[in-house]
């Protein structure tokens, strides 16, 4: 018989076969395989035995030692090891090209272990004063069926409901009592869930396995910002990088939806397929009813990637829903706020530089330690900016794409509000996914051309570039960036461990806050020197609260010089039926010594002060914490 032709003219089957050969491909890794290397079988025991040594580490861990630098003072050498362990594995997985993405997973996971469920294995609590907040909210609308009266500071949460809402639902829904028994381990599975976005976003840029996993691996151990907590920052932030990778996958750009022959599907490039769109705006949608800053940070983003002309097919519809529907948001819902606080805003404006710097906190009054951890948290943003700067100089190739854009998108709204202190911080959270897959490339790429994309349909033009070629000689470079791994690694431990000894509570200082809330009728006053209380806020809407270090310099030295006469002005209202209460912890001198805000002592002092005062009767008192009650002056 003659020889079969095909309508294709033999092109399929060289496509097939190009496929078969394209490493990392599923017809690829179909082939029999070759007997393991040793840098195969290193990877392969590294991940077991570091894991296994992290949790050896945590047997015996004395919390009650912390002091300035928090856990990294109290943590083992073992635990250490195992760290050091992991990055060493992971970087031998990256030397080989064949390691699957099962592998990477598994470490980019137990580094998200390691570093996030360490608290929460340890502590018998939950963490961090603010998710104590966010649980009584979630409580309070449950309560309320919604919108929570006289909540005093927290009522902006009644105008940026949406994931007390959603928290409140699933609790009725579940049958749950409270939040608090998965809010604990918020941290851990809020990153594991974040990678699958963070993966997204870097697989509209590239294909490579190695610099997708490498770029997962450098935004875990460059998040020093720890805003991973039960919180609606946690939440928007999640929902915005869901957001930002859909519209980057959507670009002509994109590497997402491409195949050998042009992109799929029957949606030309650049325009919205009508169920993408929809989901697109239904996120956005949530994201504005969640958080009041992470809208300015998507328009923001959406913003400069509209610049380049290509874009703006995609970017421009994504770009007017979200002003429309934020405008609509803001002129409604979060009209008291807004109104409440305009003067404000519009000052801020005016302001750029002290916007800039107001993050960066006056280390004159802190603890020896914390002078440490501040700058070690500088040190390492900077490196982060500085790396993807020179990724941007050095790789040319990546400059056609949206990722230098999005790591500026967030720079304006630093010069434009100071959002408590933060927005330097918040700023860098919303710039490290993209700087995050600049600096693996700059680490983990030679300076070899893009690899050859696709021509567009019809075989007419230049060919489309489809990311960066993979490199032919990986080990020497990925096995040399180990030692700047390792260091990244360290500095996002001073960021995320060094202020634990203020975010630890200890039972004795729950079963304080929790007395507070059962015992103080409706009406009374709870008085603390800061927020670093648990369950200070469980009836925030019945009683109103007084933290002393957010009162003005006046008020705080005439504390410090008489405790007594310092409390006159907060609890003169005081009476048998609404007493005040005062609540001393072991947390609370923690953050004072901390920021040192006020003396080192202070507890300690008002403690000895109270006791001996008529009037200021201890009604609980522990190894931790004490409460006292005063019902004023003729009781």
């Known amino acids: 018989m003659g020889r079969l032709q095909t309508l294709t003219g033999g092109r399929v089957a060289s496509f097939t076969n190009a496929v ?6 599923a017809a690829a890794e179909r082939r029999p395989s070759a007997p393991l290397t040793a840098f195969q079988w290193a990877t392969r025991l590294i991940l077991p035995a570091a894991l296994t040594l992290w949790l050896l580490s945590l047997r015996h861990v004395d919390l009650g030692a912390m002091r300035d630098y ?34 990477f997973a598994g470490y980019v996971l137990g580094l998200i272990a390691v570093i996030h469920a360490t608290p929460t294995l340890l502590y018998p609590t939950l963490r961090y ?47 749950l009592h409270s939040a608090l028994g998965y809010a604990t381990w918020t941290p851990p599975v ?32 460059c998040s020093w910002v720890g805003q991973d907590y039960f919180a609606p920052q946690a939440f928007a932030f999640l929902l915005f990088v869901t957001v ?42 949530v994201i504005i009813s969640s958080h009041p800053l992470t809208p300015f940070m998507l328009i923001s983003a959406l913003v400069v990637l509209s610049l380049p002309r ?3 097919r995609v970017v421009l519809p994504v770009l007017a829903g979200t002003v429309v529907l934020a405008a609509l948001w803001d002129a409604t819902v979060a009209r008291p706020y807004l109104s409440q606080n305009l003067g404000d805003f519009l000052n801020s404006l005016l302001k750029p530089d002290t916007n800039v710097v107001s993050g960066l906190a006056a280390l004159g009054s802190a603890a020896p330690g914390q002078v440490v951890v501040s700058w070690v948290d500088r040190g390492l943003s900077a490196a982060v900016f500085v790396l993807a700067a020179v990724a941007f100089l050095a790789r040319p190739w990546v ?7 999005l790591v500026v998108a967030p720079l304006p709204l630093l010069a434009a509000n100071a959002y408590g202190g933060e927005m330097i911080f918040r700023a860098y959270l919303f710039a490290l996914p993209a700087a995050s897959l600049l600096i693996a490339v700059l680490l983990l790429k030679g300076r070899a051309r893009p690899e050859t994309g696709t021509r567009p349909e019809g075989g007419n033009g230049p060919e489309r570039s489809a990311g960066p070629r993979p490199d032919t000689r990986p080990r020497l470079r990925t096995l040399a960036a180990y030692p700047l791994l390792v260091a990244l690694l360290g500095g996002l431990m001073f960021g995320y461990y060094g202020k634990e000894s203020a975010n630890y509570f200890t039972e004795e200082e729950v079963a304080a806050g929790r007395f507070v809330a059962a015992t103080a009728p409706p009406g009374s006053t709870v008085v603390s020197l800061t927020s670093a209380v648990p369950g200070l806020y469980l009836r925030y809407d019945e009683n109103p609260q007084v933290q002393m270090d957010e009162q003005d310099l006046r008020d705080r030295e005439r504390l410090v010089k008489d405790p007594v006469k310092g409390l006159e002005g907060f609890i003169q209202r005081a009476s048998p039926e609404q007493p005040a209460y005062i609540i001393l912890s072991r947390a609370q001198a923690a953050d004072l010594y901390e920021r040192g805000i006020l003396p080192g002592g202070t507890v300690q002092r008002m403690d000895s002060v109270l006791s001996k005062t008529p009037g200021f009767i201890p009604v609980y008192r522990s190894k931790d914490a004490v409460v006292y009650r005063y019902q004023g002056a003729k009781s």
């Open 310 to 312: 290509r874009n703006r």
């Open 70 to 103: 928090g856990l990294l003072q109290v943590l083992p050498v073992l635990y250490w090891v195992a760290l050091g362990l992991l990055a060493l594995g992971f970087c031998l997985a990256l030397a080989d090209r064949r390691t699957g993405s099962g592998w």
């Open 399 to 405: 400059r056609r794409t949206g990722l230098p854009l």
């Open 129 to 175: 004063s603010w998710a104590w907040k966010h649980v009584a909210v979630v409580d309070a609308v449950i309560r309320h069926h919604g919108e929570v009266p006289h909540a005093d500071k927290l009522a902006i949460y009644n105008q940026w409901p949406g994931f007390f809402d959603l928290n409140a639902f699933f609790l009725q829904a579940t049958g």
């Open 244 to 285: 930002i990778a859909l519209v980057m996958g959507q670009l002509p750009s994109s590497v997402l939806y491409r195949t050998g022959e042009g992109r799929t599907g029957d949606t030309p490039s650049g325009r919205w397929p009508v169920g993408r769109f929809v989901a697109v705006m239904v996120i956005a949608a």
């Open 190 to 221: 809020f990153n594991a869930v974040l990678l699958a976005p963070l993966l997204l976003l870097y697989r509209t840029v590239t294909r490579d396995r190695r610099l997708l996993w490498g770029a997962a691996w450098i935004y875990y151990s």
């Open 20 to 25: 078969a050969r394209r490493p990392g491909s």
